[in-house]
């Protein structure tokens, strides 16, 4: 299990470098709020760690997916990660072809994660199991659950330790790794270890629980700890 943590900026993202990827995103835009491409940029060239970039929280805008998720592949994101916030089932298969296709032709050893959300039936969003099929029918690599609404509450709090290793055992039957995040604490860490994702996501566990706080070096070196 790899551990993915979510600087906001170059300065976070020093204290982040002990981190199995680095994770670039604006929590001030949303859950997957895209961060500026000379941001993305000044990351990777800093740290040989991979690089993800969130594009967003897509509604129906196949589009502008598509553009974003270009930039963020050619400003130096290794992981192009793309959220589907739509209610409807082909609305997020065209956002995740699009997606993919966009960083796939440009840029094929790139990997592209479609994220839904585990709070989906409060958001009026697809579930995080309809996403699953879709992805690996459009080529994705990874697919996430996170949580849209960011309010403090956790993706446990939406999905139990059964739903989530059902869904990590779909996401696997389809071939695709899976990652999982929304408001991770530290006590999550035995439970997520049996439900065996290949990446978790982190912000706030490492900011001392507020995820509009500073994020913390010795936080991500705990976290490091913990599930190793």
């Not at 760690?49 to 130096?76: E, H, Q, V, Y």
């Not at 094929?108 to 958001?123: G, H, M, N, W």
């Not at 309809?130 to 996170?146: C, F, K, Q, R, S």
Request: charged share 25%; glycine share 10%.
């Amino acid at each position: 299990m790899q551990l993915l943590v979510s600087p906001s900026s170059l300065e976070e993202a020093r204290s982040a470098c002990a981190a199995d990827i680095i994770d670039v995103k604006r929590p001030a835009e949303g859950s997957l709020g895209a961060n500026f491409p000379w941001v993305i940029r000044a990351i990777s060239e800093m740290t040989d760690k991979p690089i993800s970039a969130a594009i967003g929280d897509f509604d129906n805008r196949p589009g502008g997916a598509a553009l974003t998720a270009l930039g963020a592949a050619a400003s130096g994101a290794d992981y192009i990660k793309c959220g589907v916030m739509v209610p409807q089932e082909d609305q997020a298969a065209c956002l995740a072809r699009a997606v993919v296709r966009a960083v796939k032709e440009n840029y094929p050893e790139k990997k592209v994660v479609i994220a839904a959300y585990s709070d989906f039936e409060r958001l009026g969003t697809v579930s995080p199991f309809t996403v699953v099929p879709l992805a690996a029918e459009a080529g994705a690599d990874l697919v996430m659950v996170d949580t849209g609404k960011k309010d403090g509450r956790s993706t446990f709090e939406f999905m139990d330790e059964d739903a989530l290793s059902r869904f990590v055992e779909v996401g696997h039957d389809a071939g695709l790794g899976v990652a999982l995040a929304g408001s991770l604490v530290f006590d999550d860490l035995p439970a997520l270890r049996r439900i065996g994702p290949e990446i978790i996501g982190v912000r706030g566990m490492v900011c001392g629980g507020d995820r509009t706080a500073q994020l913390q070096e010795d936080l991500v070196l705990r976290a490091m700890a913990a599930i190793r």
